[in-house]
């Protein structure tokens, strides 16, 4: 796909859709003036749009709907099994308060190490001559874990001691000191936790396509493999926009699912 | 070594085939890169690999560690950190300097804060390939498009942690300053600076490891620093030097966040009698 043609294309394909009016006439001038010329932005927006409303580049194999499902259960197989280790784990870790420095300075080594190199390097691995899939996964899973367990184990700890102490008088089992009274007052912290991992995963699962696996990513990749901005623009886009819409969701689920708002404004969770 | 892509005019064009041409079929190269031939060479636009028929038997078994590639590749490895280097300092330096301005404007107008919050916010939910695809357009490829990326993303990080640290300060203490006759300068420099400064340090320790970690991603433009070598060890399967390149990676960001961890106790004393970090 050649880049002027496609900013051509949609300057006059919609008048006034996604670029003002005065970009127009620039942009075609740009297109017509070669690729020597450095593009405009508005152009390359506008190139982005006509890519993007083609319905062609959204069926088959390489469409995005079919990138778009494959991005989504990246994330969700990963999502589902960083929640299956990393709750338990901040939670009963935060329950006896032990290893709390383990579990901090875990999240603080996962920021150090690049998710590209630990995906490189596990595809590289026996792992990924038999699979694409699985060292992709285990690496988004590995990096999903540390604000999931580090917001798990600071909620736990920070339950007030006199409520622990006091739920101990009533002769509380731990377990039951656990799910009736930390756990819920743990609960901002833990779905900011939550929230963070789900963001940053989805987030993440884009480098996917640097290493070979799939997702919207590779729209992007290949944008760039055919050397029509276009393209690449409108995957970053729609990359942009589903990471913003996760974090909504969950943003949103957060603040209907919490039973006392007022607790809300405690729980602003450490960003991966 | 790393694909340099003739910056300028039509550079985008001119450059980036080498790099990206391979993203379609990267699996399909992994598996013909297996069959044992001597790695590295595999049309990545790689240095002649002038060591490998000189009894490098880790060369060509493509061995994880391999001591023939590090002498043979010092040149390369050096050139890789440097730049990873120079643009990790680029961007904190640029993400310093406009946070800087903006925590001041948030904290002074109270109702500047939130949208300057959720600005930054909402660029650090937009994923690094997305972002410096967006701005692909805009600075084409160059060094400028991934500095550019990763200082939006430390801004972020920055204003947080500056804001949490002047906002850390007692208002007892910014009230006896007053009385003192303290104009906002002074007070600014002289009283509440050292009362942020384990906040703001914090904060530029943060946004650094993290960048270290994002320039990779550089990569794909080709500027990622040790990215570049990842990414063309990746696509010719060589094994030594994705690892290697990754190990040193990690090592730049822990080096750089020790020794801002140094400067952070040596400017602030005080805290460590606290048994604070």
Not at chain 2, 36 to 47: E, F, H, R
Not at chain 2, 171 to 189: C, K, N, S, T
Request: proline share 6%; hydrophobic share 50%; aromatic share 6%.
């Amino acid at each position: 796909m050649d880049p002027g043609g496609g900013a051509a294309v949609s300057a006059a394909a919609i008048p006034g859709a996604a670029i003002p009016a005065a970009a127009v006439p620039a942009t075609a001038i740009q297109s017509a003036s070669g690729p020597e010329a450095r593009p405009l932005a508005a152009g390359y927006l506008g190139g982005a749009w006509s890519w993007l409303t083609s319905s062609a580049h959204w069926s088959g194999d390489d469409g995005v709907w079919h990138r778009l499902l494959e991005h989504l259960a990246y994330s969700g197989v990963c999502l589902g099994l960083a929640l299956l280790i990393a709750l338990p784990a901040g939670i009963v870790l935060g329950h006896l308060g032990r290893f709390g420095a383990l579990a901090v300075n875990l999240a603080n080594a996962g920021r150090a190490v690049p998710t590209l190199a630990l995906m490189s390097v596990l595809v590289l691995t026996p792992l990924g001559n038999r699979s694409d899939y699985w060292p992709l996964v285990i690496a988004l899973t590995l990096f999903c874990l540390p604000p999931i367990l580090a917001n798990a184990y600071v909620g736990m700890r920070e339950v007030d001691r006199d409520v622990v102490e006091a739920a101990r008088g009533l002769g509380m089992t731990g377990r039951q000191l656990v799910f009736r009274v930390e756990l819920p007052l743990a609960r901002p912290l833990v779905m900011t936790g939550i929230r963070a991992g789900a963001v940053q995963l989805v987030a993440t699962a884009t480098l996917a396509a640097l290493v070979g696996g799939g997702g919207l990513g590779r729209i992007i990749t290949e944008g760039f493999a055919l050397q029509s901005t276009p393209q690449v623009v409108a995957g970053a886009v729609l990359v942009a926009v589903l990471a913003l819409a996760v974090e909504a969701v969950f943003w949103l689920a957060e603040r209907a699912l919490d039973p006392r708002r007022e607790r809300r404004a405690r729980g602003r969770g450490r960003r991966g | 070594m790393f694909v340099k892509p003739a910056c300028g005019k039509g550079g985008y064009r001119a450059g980036s085939t080498a790099p990206s041409m391979r993203h379609l079929t990267p699996r399909a190269e992994v598996r013909a890169g297996e069959g044992g031939a001597v790695p590295g060479t595999g049309g990545t636009g790689d240095g002649v690999l002038s060591a490998a028929g000189g009894g490098s038997n880790c060369l060509v078994a493509n061995d994880w560690i391999c001591g023939e590639y590090l002498r043979t590749r010092a040149h390369d490895l050096l050139d890789a950190v440097g730049q990873h280097l120079v643009l990790t300092a680029e961007s904190v330096l640029a993400g310093i300097v406009v946070a800087i301005p903006l925590t001041l404007l948030a904290r002074r107008w109270r109702p500047v804060a939130g949208p300057v919050l959720g600005v930054t916010t909402v660029l650090y939910a937009i994923p690094s390939l997305a972002m410096f695809s967006l701005l692909l357009p805009v600075f084409g490829l160059s060094p400028s498009l991934v500095v550019t990326g990763l200082t939006l993303y430390s801004l972020t990080i920055l204003v947080r942690n500056f804001l949490a640290g002047l906002r850390g300060v007692p208002e007892d203490v910014r009230e006896a300053a007053r009385g003192m006759g303290y104009g906002p300068v002074r007070l600014l420099l002289e009283v509440e600076l050292p009362l942020a400064l384990p906040a703001v340090l914090t904060g530029v320790r943060i946004a650094t490891v993290s960048t270290v970690a994002l320039v990779t991603v550089g990569a794909i433009v080709g500027y990622g620093g040790l990215g570049n070598l990842i990414l063309s060890g990746l696509q010719s399967v060589f094994k030594a030097q994705v690892l290697t390149a990754s190990v040193l990676c990690v090592l730049i960001a822990v080096v750089l966040d020790l020794l801002l961890l140094g400067v952070q106790r040596l400017l602030t004393p005080w805290t460590r009698a606290a048994g604070q970090r």
